[in-house]
């Protein structure tokens, strides 16, 4: 297992659509995918490649958008994570009402041969940065299943912290996703 240093985590390209599409299949192919995505194999698979053209290019440079992946020696991407600045007086993806500019986490995965090697925190420590480097964000946040517990340590341990909100899972009302927020004390 090689370890990874943050100059090896960067964003993508708009035509890296067909690694994208890739990584995020194998995500969703994760034991843990039920709980940590808001869409499923099946779903994913079978969008055409017009869908994952677009999402690529939305995300490879963009300001309100941008997906970072660990890229290993290889060529390979190890891993991946997904920030999304929001905009006060807007609703975030459950409908909530968003008060504040901030950035939101989401798409967060490495892949498990690479885990235990330092990826996640060089994807974070690059995302993270980027998203402070956003004017006028007040905070990063990011929602865990109450049964992923295996990333909220992780989360914990990058310094995020439970807000005391919560939001019911999609498809499964009677199980609660937690929000964690990051400050910027805690950059």
Known sequence: MNQVSADTVRPIRADEWAKVKELRLRALEDPMAPIAFLDTYEQAAAE?????????????????LRQFV???GDGTWSGTVTVL???????????????????????????P?????????????????????????????????EDNARAE???RRYGFVPSGATVPMKGDPSKREREMILHPAGR
Not at 48 to 64: C, H, L, M, N
């Open 85 to 111: 600045i929001e905009d006060a007086d807007t609703e975030d993806v459950f409908g909530g009402a968003i008060e504040q500019r901030q950035a939101h986490v989401i798409g967060v995965f490495v892949r």
């Open 153 to 155: 340590r992780f989360y």
């Open 70 to 72: 660990a890229e290993a």
């Open 48 to 64: 055409p490649d017009s869908f994952w053209q677009k999402r690529a290019e939305g995300a490879a440079d963009g300001t309100r």
């Open 113 to 145: 041969e690479h885990r235990g090697s330092g990826v996640i925190d060089a994807l974070f420590t690059t995302a993270v940065g980027w998203a402070w480097s956003v004017p006028d964000v007040a905070r990063v946040r990011l929602y865990v299943h």
